[in-house]
């Protein structure tokens, strides 16, 4: 295997972009990507583009020839990456696993969604499809259902409290003040997540991503070309995906996403490290309860004590390990295909020391992407 | 749900009929056709009394709207409802709704027992759907 690295890096703002297409959210991040790694469209060999569900969000499939077609990288082979939400995590994976092999040098990593074409309903309708249809949506569950059922048994097991999953949301919305390309700029406070509407107890409104719009691309070289191209290139030290029973209520414990677990080795053990050398990590806090039960099980702390690592700050810009420094799904915002990509992004701008208001003098960083409840998991870790 | 999936799925929405592997004795539902244990792909049916505890659960409070805020959950009509992880004394977890209680009497760890009930009142096919519910057992 060769090694990979990343020498480019472009997203779109994230949030309601009514004027924006899936089109034009997809290339704008592509072109960005190809002119921060300075190198023309030609240069491109293969795509991969993750996304979730262009077929129920704008009545779309097919991407793979979209993408390379309005990007202008005629002729070449392009492949569309679905695993719900990890979309694009995987997506990353299987191009970085191209060059990886020798089969091509350089590659664009693409992820987006167009989720606010169609009403919330629908939203919510196509989101579900990511869970078992026959098994969990028919018999009344929902996205924020499920999670709020790992919600419930942890703080029974470990006496997690509402106050602890919402300093997540509360950490995550300042770090986004400093994102530019962040759907909220806005701060609140535990009081305003505890207050919030309930969706499906223990989770309020604002223990939950919001649907967005957006897109996120990156480039993609073998160690010759890096080098050639790139003066600070970023390289994929690690590489890992797992998956778990497609329903929750299929998997052996409830608050463990044993796919985070097997994910998160492969990629510890592919970059020789262990969770102490992680200075910055994006992981996937689709609902606050992800990000407590994702700390753990990547192991920056034991499992049951996410809560209580929250609370004494060792998430926070500036503690033990920083988490969402991009302001996370939460606040920076969660076009589903879009995200495995953009999680990316910030590991790269933290490494290259350009995550300007929230930089960490990270060495070493890292990604978790999920799909659905915990079906998939995408790891990777990235070093200067 | 087609008019066909939907009754496909009748033997287990209506009867919780799974399935079990005699080489491994192991129980599934919702049923599978190869064992996740031992790989054997010849399984047998089994029929589930419905008794089992709570795992977990939630109230689902926000049902799901279209732009002008109008209600289209085909749950909806049953907001708030509770919904749970249920382990089945065999072993197998499912998701289902549990009825004919008040919220605060639930809790994890609570016996319960299947019932049949109407799970959708009104199906894109404009059949009433039916399935499994659990109650406490008292
Ligand atoms: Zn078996």
Redesign the pocket.
Do not use: I
């Given at each position: 295997m060769r090694d990979v690295a990343i020498i480019g890096v472009g997203q779109t703002k994230f949030g309601q972009l009514w004027d924006k297409s899936l089109t034009n959210l997809a290339v704008e991040a592509g072109v960005k990507a190809c002119l921060d790694a300075n190198i023309d469209q030609k240069d491109v060999e293969v795509i991969y583009g993750g996304t979730m569900s262009g077929g129920l969000f704008v009545n779309q499939e097919h991407i793979a020839s979209l993408l390379s077609d309005f990007s202008g990288f005629k002729n070449i082979p392009s492949i569309r990456v679905e695993a719900a939400c990890a979309s694009g995590g995987l997506a990353l994976r299987q191009a970085y696993i191209d060059i990886a092999s020798g089969l091509h040098d350089i590659a664009v990593v693409g992820g987006v969604e167009k989720m606010t074409d169609i009403g919330g309903h629908s939203v919510t309708k196509a989101l579900a499809t990511a869970a078992s249809q026959e098994w969990e949506a028919f018999f009344g569950a929902t996205f924020p259902g499920l999670y709020a059922m790992i919600a419930k048994l942890h703080m029974h097991k470990y006496k997690t409290t509402e106050e602890q999953l919402a300093m997540c949301a509360v950490k995550n919305h300042k770090n986004a003040l400093n994102n530019p390309f962040a759907q909220f700029h806005k701060k609140i406070q535990v009081e305003d997540v505890l207050n919030s509407t309930m969706v499906a107890d223990p989770l309020k409104l604002f223990d939950c991503s919001p649907v967005s719009d957006g897109a996120a691309a990156v480039v993609l070289a073998s160690k010759q070309k890096a080098k050639e191209l790139c003066d600070a290139p970023v390289w994929i030290s690690g590489s890992g995906h797992a998956t778990d029973a497609l329903s929750l209520h299929d998997r052996e414990d409830i608050t463990t996403l044993k796919a985070t677990v097997e994910a998160a080795k492969q990629a510890y053990v592919q970059a020789k490290i262990g969770p102490k050398d992680i200075g910055c990590v994006e992981v996937h806090d689709c609902f606050t309860i992800a990000e407590i039960c994702a700390i753990e099980d990547l192991g920056f702390c034991k499992k049951g004590e996410g809560g209580r690592f929250t609370e004494q700050g060792n998430t926070e810009i500036g503690g033990r390990i920083p988490v969402n420094t991009s302001g996370g799904l939460k606040a920076k915002g969660h076009p589903v295909g879009a995200t495995g990509v953009a999680q990316t992004i910030e590991a790269v701008l933290q490494l290259r020391g350009e995550a300007n208001g929230r930089n960490t003098n990270a060495e070493i960083a890292m990604m978790h992407n999920i799909g659905g409840s915990g079906g998939t998991a995408v790891v990777h870790i990235f070093r200067r | 749900m087609t008019v066909s999936k939907f009754w496909r799925n009748i033997p287990q929405y209506y009867n919780l009929i799974g399935k079990k592997?005699?080489?491994?004795?192991?129980y599934y539902f919702p049923p599978r056709d190869v064992?996740?244990?031992?790989?054997?792909h010849k399984?047998e049916e089994h029929k589930f009394d419905g008794r089992g505890e709570i795992v977990t659960f939630t109230i689902i409070r926000t049902p799901l709207m279209d732009p002008e805020g109008e209600v289209i959950d085909i749950h909806a009509q049953t907001i708030p409802y509770i919904l749970a992880i249920v382990k089945l004394e065999e072993g197998p977890k499912l998701t289902a709704e549990i009825v004919d209680c008040e919220i605060d009497e639930v809790k994890i760890g609570k016996e319960v027992g299947a019932v049949f009930r109407k799970i959708v009142e009104k199906g894109p096919h404009g059949v009433i759907q039916y399935g499994y519910k659990f109650k406490l057992v008292r």
């Open positions: - | 592997c005699p080489e491994c004795n192991s064992c996740s244990q031992c790989g054997n399984l």
